[in-house]
């Protein structure tokens, strides 16, 4: 009885914030190179606050070929809920080339098939952010070094679009992870260090979710 209460007011509070804060969700979205583990973090996310998930994580590059979204997601910190729609967006590259997936004993065919999709899907996510995202994840794999074209590129556009980031310093649970690096790299943002795979760290991960972009 006491927990059907609990459920009622703690429902009844939820619309009551709704209500008054009177404001859309933000959307954020899940940037990055091919293989940080940016569906991996999105299916967490969705997963620890919804149950549910967003997408496949692969071994494979660019598993992820369109952008997929997952729409209100409420995370709760301090008593107070900050409600998100999550972006997942395929992993951005200046180099796609089908011979990349005859490695994983795709044919030819599937192979060109796949990459013309990776192409068409960074295009595609290179428009929502400049269209339609209100702030970024940006999502790195620390144990690779993080000075790249396609990184500093995409941080400068984020930049020069002024949307709050976020970095995220995935695969901490690995050995040759060197967040620090990450940060020397970037000084002038943010950057969590976390395991998206292994759940290291998420409580950070949500506080500074609903710090930045609530
Ligand atoms: N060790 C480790 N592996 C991870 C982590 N996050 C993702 N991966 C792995 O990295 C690969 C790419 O992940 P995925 O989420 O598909 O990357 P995406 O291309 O950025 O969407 C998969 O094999 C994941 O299991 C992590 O925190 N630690
Ligand atoms: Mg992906």
């Given at each position: 009885m006491m927990g059907l209460l609990k459920q009622l007011r703690d429902s009844i509070s939820r619309a009551t914030d709704k209500l008054f804060s009177g404001s859309k969700p933000k959307r954020i979205g899940i940037y990055g190179p091919p293989?940080?583990?940016?569906?991996t973090l999105a299916n967490r996310i969705v997963r620890d606050w919804t149950g549910d998930i967003v997408?496949?994580?692969?071994?494979?590059?660019?598993?992820?070929r369109r952008a997929r979204r997952k729409e209100n997601i409420e995370i709760e910190r301090n008593g107070k809920i900050v409600t998100i729609d999550i972006v997942d967006t395929p992993g951005v590259t200046t180099k796609i080339d089908y011979r990349e997936f005859l490695d994983f004993g795709m044919s030819k065919k599937d192979a060109i098939r796949r990459s013309r999709e990776a192409t068409e899907g960074v295009a595609e996510?290179?428009?929502?952010?400049?269209?339609?995202?209100?702030?970024?994840?940006?999502?790195?794999?620390?144990?690779?070094?993080?000075?790249?074209?396609?990184?500093?590129?995409?941080?400068?556009?984020?930049?020069?679009?002024?949307?709050?980031?976020?970095?995220?310093?995935?695969?901490?649970?690995?050995?040759?992870?060197?967040?620090?690096?990450i940060e020397q790299s970037f000084p002038q943002h943010k950057t969590v260090p976390l395991s998206a795979l292994e759940g290291e760290n998420m409580d950070e991960v949500y506080d500074k979710i609903a710090d930045y972009f609530g």
């Open positions: 293989n940080a583990g940016k569906t997408g496949a994580e692969s071994k494979i590059p660019h598993e992820t996510a290179m428009h929502w952010l400049r269209e339609d995202i209100d702030g970024v994840i940006y999502v790195l794999d620390s144990t690779q070094d993080p000075f790249t074209q396609v990184n500093t590129m995409l941080i400068g556009i984020i930049e020069s679009r002024k949307l709050p980031v976020l970095i995220f310093a995935n695969k901490i649970d690995l050995k040759k992870s060197d967040p620090t690096l």
